[in-house]
């Protein structure tokens, strides 16, 4: 998806949507997310009850969260707005994943109410979900596998042993244990390692490693696991050169595992869960924004109207987003801009020394992979406002999503009326 050729709209389209909604916005394709789910699905319809639970974090709108239901996903929560969100959506409980850290006890006791799957991140999580909620009937445990999951030739994005979530290995036979004492009665085995993974192997380490983990905690603790959640962390190819991962392969490949560690074993039936939220809406969403400013100092910049407000990645990150002039894709890309945004800090930058065809003021650039974490990560530093999210439907028309966000919300949470305020009451 980073190709320019790739956009599901052109100059001509923006410049008219541009007139009713004013750059910048995001903006998402539902076909396109429709396609993408039902290809993930398909890629795993050999195993009975497979489900992605879409990591509501990603795109946090319900629209998109609508369409993905209606595509068979669920939602991985791991706070009580998001949790309102899938309520709200009509979600039943047994579709909403509870996978959350540090967590408040007001967020298990919604998530107990609701009837979501809760998926504890430690051991000590057991008697504060008890005193605050209850004691399920299904329960899940998070798996870090911490230096068992250092092998030197998988790129593992971060180190399970440094990372602060999830159980030990041990942890887990005395956390099972003690729910099955307290009464739980069906389980399921959860872990998250990964996160923008393009290595197939990375992915498929990961199911192994919990196959056979399931396969112990079974022997031992003399439980049936329901479910295994595989976690999320399938990588898009946010820079040209990068490819997809084959989602049909990676099926075939752990369906191969399966057979031989569950199966074989007397294991089955277990589901297999995911909650992938960035390969289920990334490449599907851009951010369109408009040169409103070029400036030659010793460097050339281009200032857009949009900022990192409304995408932190790549400063937050150094994230590599592709960016496509509109109605130049064709153009030599002869030009060495760094493009910028508004906010006071100087990592406000969708991309440095990139070379780009010359950019004229007024042009249209698209920033690709948006679609994820995109939106969602936005804030209100400097007084910046979050842009208006649009959606292309089925049907080529566009309908505004949410709405962008003006002066008066911002000025929501203040107050003018309190003490501080008193002497200009009058
Ligand atoms: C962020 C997150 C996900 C989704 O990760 P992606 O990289 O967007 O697929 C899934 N599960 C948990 C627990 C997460 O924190």
């Known amino acids: 998806m980073n190709d320019d050729k790739d956009l599901f709209f052109s100059r001509n389209e923006i410049q008219k949507m541009s007139k009713k909604f004013p750059t910048p916005f995001h903006i998402y394709d539902e076909k396109g997310i429709r396609q993408n789910a039902r290809r993930l699905f398909r890629a795993f319809d050999w195993v009975k009850g497979f489900k992605n639970y879409f ?60 009837g979501a799957i809760i998926n504890l991140d430690d051991i000590t999580m057991i008697p504060f979900l008890e005193e605050n909620a209850g004691i399920p009937e299904l329960i899940s445990f998070r798996y870090n596998p911490g230096p068992l999951r250092r092998t030197a030739d998988v790129n593992v994005i971060g180190n399970p042993e440094e990372s602060k979530y999830g159980l030990t290995r041990e942890q887990l036979f005395q956390a099972y244990k003690t729910m099955k004492t307290k009464g739980s009665k069906r389980f399921g085995l959860h872990t998250m390692i990964v996160s ?14 919990l196959f056979d983990l399931i396969s112990d905690l079974s022997a031992k603790l003399k439980i049936h696991f329901e479910f295994v959640n595989l976690g999320g962390g399938i990588g898009i190819p946010y820079r040209p050169e990068q490819k997809a991962v084959d989602l049909e392969a990676l099926g075939r490949s752990i369906r191969s595992a399966y057979t031989e560690k569950i199966e074989n074993r007397g294991l089955a039936p277990l589901k297999i869960f995911m909650e992938n939220g960035r390969v289920m809406t990334g490449p599907f969403g851009y951010l369109v924004t408009k040169a409103i400013h070029e400036k030659h100092i010793y460097k050339e910049y281009i200032g857009v109207d949009a900022c990192m407000a409304n995408l932190m990645r790549p400063g937050m990150y150094k994230a590599y987003h592709h960016i496509t002039v509109l109605g130049k894709e064709k153009e030599k890309k002869d030009h060495k801009y760094d493009i910028v945004g508004s906010l006071c800090e100087n990592n406000d930058k969708f991309a440095i020394d990139r070379m780009l065809p010359k950019i004229e003021m007024g042009d249209f650039l698209a920033i690709h992979n948006a679609g994820a974490h995109g939106h969602a990560m936005g804030f209100n530093y400097n007084g910046k406002l979050r842009s208006a999210e649009l959606l292309k439907r089925g049907d080529g028309t566009i309908e ?14 203040l107050d003018f009326k309190g003490s501080a305020f008193k002497d200009m009451s009058s």
């Not at 923008?196 to 490693?209: D, F, G, P």
Request: with cysteine.
């Open 55 to 114: 990591a509501v974090k990603a795109c946090p709108n319900p629209y998109i969260m609508k369409l993905l239901k209606e595509e068979g996903c669920g939602a991985d929560c791991s706070s009580l707005p998001e949790l309102m969100l899938s309520e709200r959506i009509g979600l039943p409980g047994s579709e909403i994943m509870f996978t959350s850290n540090d967590t408040p006890a007001a967020e298990f006791k919604k998530a107990f109410d609701l």
């Open 196 to 209: 923008n993974e393009l290595n197939r192997n990375a992915l498929l380490e990961t199911a192994n490693m």
């Open 400 to 413: 505004m999503i949410r709405r962008a966000e003006t002066p008066q919300d911002y000025f929501t949470t």
